[in-house]
T-cell receptor, first 110, second 118 residues
Framework: LAKTTQPISMDSYEGQEVNITCSHN???????ITWYQQFPSQGPRFIIQ???TKVTNEVASLFIPADRKSSTLSLPRVSLSDTAVYYC???????????FGGGTRVLVKP | SQTIHQWPATLVQPVGSPLSLECTVE??????LYWYRQAAGRGLQLLFY??????ISSEVPQNLSASRPQDRQFILSSKKLLLSDSGFYLC?????????????????FGPGTRLTVL
């Protein structure tokens, strides 16, 4: 299973862009990269998923370099409500035992 | 649309007592189902997953067990709770379309059950 490494925490201010980089040096050829967001006392929520290059949706962008050994989640113009823990996961198949690491705790300040 | 339910939302149990947490999914058929546990301030630990009725895979040996008596029902149980069983228990589902070789397993989580063992 591909192991991921992310910063433990990040602070930002309202209106700024937040970029969280995740390292996954041993990612497999058919692994996808998925990011989840978790608020306190709630289950994680799917944010975005990608395989290579760039993926963008209404919430975030995901940048994946050609070697796929890392990925960067970009949250544009964050607000206080974006304060949460963000998890990077790497895996593919059903029941693939996706491993949630410690995540990155993002604190958005006014 | 699909929805996932968990109950109870909170539970306080004495050490040595039994446990039964239930998870049900609506709006989909033959989902993959998962049980996770999250200790305070920590990441999620996968406990069990199931790809079909009666098919359970255990990830962490412990005093917990899981069962899937129906397609969209997943139950987490224990005969005797330990203090270390306290935590936030999350059920999740995903769907793997038959015959789809190249896809990924996006999981959708329920609201969770906060279990305190005293």
């Amino acid at each position: 299973l591909a192991k991921t490494t992310q910063p433990i925490s990040m602070d930002s201010y309202e209106g700024q862009e937040v970029n969280i980089t995740c390292s996954h040096n041993n990612i497999a050829t058919n692994d996808y990269i998925t990011w989840y967001q978790q608020f306190p006392s709630q289950g994680p929520r799917f944010i975005i998923q990608g395989y290579k290059t760039k993926v963008t949706n209404e919430v975030a962008s995901l940048f994946i370099p050609a070697d796929r050994k890392s990925s960067t989640l970009s949250l544009p113009r964050v607000s206080l409500s974006d304060t949460a823990v963000y998890y990077c996961l790497v895996g593919k198949a059903a029941g693939n035992k996706l491993t949630f690491g410690g995540g990155t705790r993002v604190l958005v300040k006014p | 649309s699909q929805t996932i339910h968990q109950w109870p939302a909170t539970l306080v149990q004495p050490v040595g007592s039994p446990l039964s947490l239930e998870c049900t999914v609506e709006g989909t058929s033959n989902p993959n189902l998962y049980w996770y546990r999250q200790a305070a301030g920590r990441g999620l630990q996968l406990l069990f997953y199931s790809v079909g009725i009666g098919q359970i895979s255990s990830e962490v040996p412990q005093n917990l067990s899981a069962s899937r008596p129906q397609d969209r029902q997943f139950i987490l149980s224990s005969k005797k709770l330990l203090l270390s069983d306290s935590g936030f228990y999350l059920c999740a589902w995903s769907y793997w379309p038959p015959g789809l070789a190249d896809s990924t397993d996006t999981q959708y989580f329920g609201p969770g059950t906060r279990l305190t063992v005293l």
